[in-house]
């Protein structure tokens, strides 16, 4: 089992910053692609990053540029930079684990095995 705990979630106004963290238990990361999906009220979980375990990373079209994945391994951590944020950031962002390829595409959220509870972001203008 694998526990995902986000944090640093918050209320900005539009242009600001902030950083999120997802940090895990139960499993070291460093063997797994590790992801941030985020959901607006109403509207399906989407896809925001991607990083696999080599390094590589992927961003949606509607963040790329804005925000950064990373990860520490020593401190079974990843992070989300945001930057330049927008009110159409406004979500809830979830952290999600995937141990073992199941087939899919890496920004598709069936392919990701276990979640976190999420933290509030909120963007004002």
């Known amino acids: 089992q694998v526990q995902l705990v986000e944090s640093g979630g918050g209320m900005v106004q539009s242009g600001d910053s902030l950083r999120l963290s997802c940090v895990a238990s139960?499993?070291?990361?460093?063997?797994?692609?590790m992801a941030w999906f985020r959901q607006a009220p109403g509207k399906e979980r989407d896809f925001v990053a991607f990083?696999?375990?080599?390094?590589?990373?992927t961003y949606s079209d509607t963040v790329k540029g804005r925000f950064t994945i990373s990860r520490d391994n020593a401190k079974n951590t990843v992070y989300l930079q945001m930057n330049r944020l927008t009110p159409e950031d406004t979500a809830v962002y979830y952290c999600?684990?995937?141990?073992?390829?199941?087939?899919?595409?890496?920004?598709?959220?069936?392919?990701?095995?276990?979640w976190g509870q999420g933290t509030q972001v909120t963007v004002s203008s």
């Open positions: 999600a684990a995937d141990l073992q390829w199941n087939g899919l595409s890496l920004s598709m959220v069936r392919e990701y095995d276990y």
């Open positions: 139960g499993r070291t990361l460093s063997s797994y692609t």
């Open positions: 990083i696999t375990t080599s390094g590589v990373t």
